[in-house]
């Protein structure tokens, strides 16, 4: 893996949105907005309604989800997602 970078996946049930390596990925957490950078203590929560926001090289994308929940362990971020527009 490359260093400093952490991989990213976003499921809907349709389909991968995105995997990747990425900086960095803001999460709308049903306790309020969060984020998970490089080596992030390992971390299971539900995920409100929002925008999850991602740095991938140069390019910070945007992906709007109406909940869902997130899996953090060991520089992986697993983003399962109820619906989703890009």
């Not at 809907?12 to 950078?37: C, D, H, N």
């Not at 080596?39 to 869902?68: C, Q």
């Amino acid at each position: 893996m490359e260093e400093d970078k952490i991989h990213l996946l976003i499921v809907s049930p349709e389909k991968t949105l995105f995997e990747g390596l990425v900086k960095y990925v803001r999460l709308p957490g049903s306790a309020g907005q969060f984020a998970i950078f490089y080596n992030h203590a390992p971390l299971i929560s539900s995920l409100d309604a929002g925008e999850v926001v991602y740095r991938s090289g140069k390019d910070k994308n945007r992906v709007n989800i109406s909940g869902g929940f997130v899996e953090v362990n060991d520089n992986t971020v697993s983003v399962c997602v109820t619906e989703a527009t890009a």
